[in-house]
């Protein structure tokens, strides 16, 4: 694929560092799949893994038995820990499209080393939201009352709700995002092929290759096809954050009511999946030793963006702040009062530590580019924006306009279960993705070497 000199394709360090060979790239990323032996570590990952999630699977069914009462959901906070954690999941995902699909047509060659696991990133977050929408409705196995399917008794959804644009928006999501995923796997899976010895695992990626042989038309047919599905999955960073936001902001709820809250979202989105791509690269770079493919440059140029989405989201909570007291809504001004001094008080100003003040330590190259202290303020950041969710829905909630109907919400250990489960099904699904299929896109990789190359003669 061509390159072109942008900003960001500026720096010193390389996209890769020299010193490999098409030969080299091919084998050291296909034996991790291929050659490597199952180690301990990463035996032992999975198994906590896998535990968490069997946590996830019995407070599941315990809430199919039991019904939504045993959350900590009550009047006036209807909404609890199921939409905090829906929104937080799809934010997570917007990484690995925007990595793959936006940096592409944008070409930035750095994407390369990392757009794989992006990519399934995106997808394992996107099923772990997916989730809570069904899971709140109390009644899940009558789900599909969300899409106009044909009935006798002619019940259609009501398509002003944005609840219902959330079921079209991440169900196309996920079906591009998983097209996106497959369509550049394709390459790389013929070349798993081609160097498996095990006559299974031959046949295994031979089918999901679907007699992919390199040639031209071959390359011809699939450059058209990513551009295509690069194009298609551009505009649904956007937009579908933008819909989960309205689910918030067309209603008249202090706190929601609000026109900033569309790109405030997509930035806030942006800004957390960057923050999970770097806490699954820094430990993935140093576990499989493919620092010369995931390099400082990919390290800092990841931190940069979220630097950049980190500041938007500042801008967010200002812009906030000065339209609750330029309003001049009583209701909005309260609102501002309750978030600094209510009982949530303590939450909320971890959230602007997190967020805001913490990370500001990356305007300093030294912090950017070590992987300690990148992989620290991810998680820093991971956790400032489920406050953020968590805060939004919480705190607008549980003072209504009359005090009659002010209440509390308290999570419950059912509430914790479920959110902390799903964590359980992301990391597993990521440690399987790592070992059975290739966490690196071999052919990219190698069309970075001339470049690599040229950079230090």
Known sequence: MATTQT???????????????????????????LKRPVKAGWVFGFAVSFLILQVLLFAVGYLFIKGVGIWGINIPVGWGFAIVNFVWWIGIGHAGTLIS?????????????????????????????GMFPLLHMGRPWLGY????????????????SPLVWDVFAVSTYATTSLLFWFVGLIPDLATMRDRATNPVVRFVFG???????????????????????AGLATPLVLSVHTVVSFDFAISIVPGWHTTIFPPYFVAGAIYSGFAMV????????????VSDFITERHLENSAMVMLATGLIVAYGYAFEA?????????????LRWNRLHGPYAPWYLALLFFNIVLPQILWIRKFRTNPIWLFLISLDVLVGMWLERF?????????????SSWGMYYPTRWDWAVFIGTLGLFSALMFLFVRLLPMISIFEIRTLLPEAEVKHK
Not at 106 to 127: C, D, G, H, K, Y
Not at 220 to 229: D, P, V
Not at 278 to 289: E, G, N, T
């Open 322 to 334: 000065f339209m609750n007291w330029y309003s001049g809504n009583p209701y909005e001004g309260f």
């Open 145 to 160: 009352w969300l899409f106009p399917y044909p009935n006798t008794m002619n019940y259609w959804p009501q398509f002003r």
């Open 278 to 289: 770097l806490v699954l690269a820094i430990p993935i770079r140093k576990y499989y030793d």
């Open 101 to 129: 699909a936006i940096l592409a047509l944008l070409r930035q060659s750095w994407r390369n080393s990392i757009n794989r696991f992006a990519e399934a990133m995106t997808l394992f977050a996107v099923a772990c939201a």
């Open 391 to 403: 805060i939004i829905v919480v705190v607008s909630l549980h003072r209504d306009f009359l005090t």
């Open 207 to 229: 089918l999901l290759a679907m007699g992919w042989r390199g040639s031209a038309r071959h390359w011809a047919r699939y450059e058209t096809a990513y551009l295509l599905l």
């Open 7 to 33: 900003p960001l394709e500026t720096k010193k360090a390389p996209v890769i560092e020299p010193g490999h060979s098409f030969a080299s790239v091919t084998d050291k990323i296909s034996s991790i799949v």
